[in-house]
């Protein structure tokens, strides 16, 4: 029986669409993971590995390129847990404009004052008073699933909106309210915003892109959340800029020891996405497409091969994973056509140097004809489903 490995607790939504598979902690050479922030960077992936889906947005736990490599599909839950982080970051909007954490310590401060509680938080208030968000503005870095939706709910607030994404989709696009304004690139960000809310993926593009450049160009007391990662941000340059005053607060759910007690930092323990609700999302997210991946090859939400699926056609399905090379498609069609099979749809999509096809054929697929697709240079994997 095939079996599907949890290196994490998963939610148990997932349990009922493994139904059938063997599915646990425990499964030995896996066809199948489900995980969460277990690092697989020295994961001994099997001969029988054919995917690993993550829980979650972010895949810097995942050797990517490397599983890429032997044909690992590896997927992600884009957007199942947006909704979490999206509400997290607004609470972070009100603890950077305001003096909350200080202020909840301090009335902590005044426990046994007794009778004198309400005259002594009367006498200090003044000094947590803080600011509004309202009017102020904010700049989302990245429009993906969670940041359009942050995007939209400080607008709803009253913010002013800037957004930047060199990626951003037509799709994500459609959905960002009109009266955000879509700016060409994070420098306008850095000059205009009052606060600064960064949501992109861990890159070598994207690392260490909050530095002591990119702060000196903000504008002073700016405040900065960063719930993506922490390696996002050069964290001494971040001190130094609290210390200075440039940057009123560093809000992030990635806290490094150096961070931990310095005034302006609200460290968080990567609490973004711990909601059961964004959890349940996520699992049945990366279930379902790990088991459609498994049992008919569609590819959804991959970070390291493109997007295919098709409905079935045809007897067979034969799915192959390859180098994005030119022939390739002609090279499996003429050995599929040797055989004297026809094919009846065939798809095959490009990303980044790997792709993935999908060819549906009117025979079953013998095991010669495997050994001769995989055969041909640049073919990683081929799975007959
Ligand atoms: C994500 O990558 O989705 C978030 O950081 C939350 C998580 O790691 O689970």
Known sequence: MAGILKLNAISPLADPIFAGYEYGDNIKDPMGIMVRSANMADYPAGE?????ARAGAGTNNIPVAEYAKKGIVVFNTPGANANAVKELVICELFLGGRKITEAIDW??????????????????????AGHEIYGKTLGVIGLGAIGIMVANAAKALGMRVLGADPFLSTHNALMLDPAVEVVAGNDEIYRRADFITVHV????????????QTLDACRDGVVIINNSRGELADTA???????SGKLSRYITDFPTADLIGVDGAICLPHLGASTP??????????ANQLKDYIENGNITNSVNYPAV??????????CICHMNRANMIAQFAAAISAKGINI????DKAKGDYAYGIIDIENEADDGLVREL???????RVRVV
């Open 277 to 286: 609700e964004a959890e349940d999302n996520c699992a049945v997210m990366a």
């Open 201 to 212: 993926p861990l890159t070598p593009q994207t690392k260490g892109m909050l530095n002591r």
């Open 48 to 52: 029988n590995l054919l995917a690993v």
């Open 344 to 347: 009846a749809n065939m798809t």
């Open 374 to 380: 995989e055969e041909i240079e640049g073919v990683i």
């Open 237 to 243: 340059a971040v001190k130094e800029a609290l210390e």
């Open 107 to 128: 009335v902590k401060s005044l426990k046994g004052e007794g009778e004198n509680v309400g005259k002594l938080v009367e006498k200090g208030k003044g000094k947590f």
């Open 309 to 318: 699926s098709a409905a079935r056609e045809g007897t067979a399905r034969i």
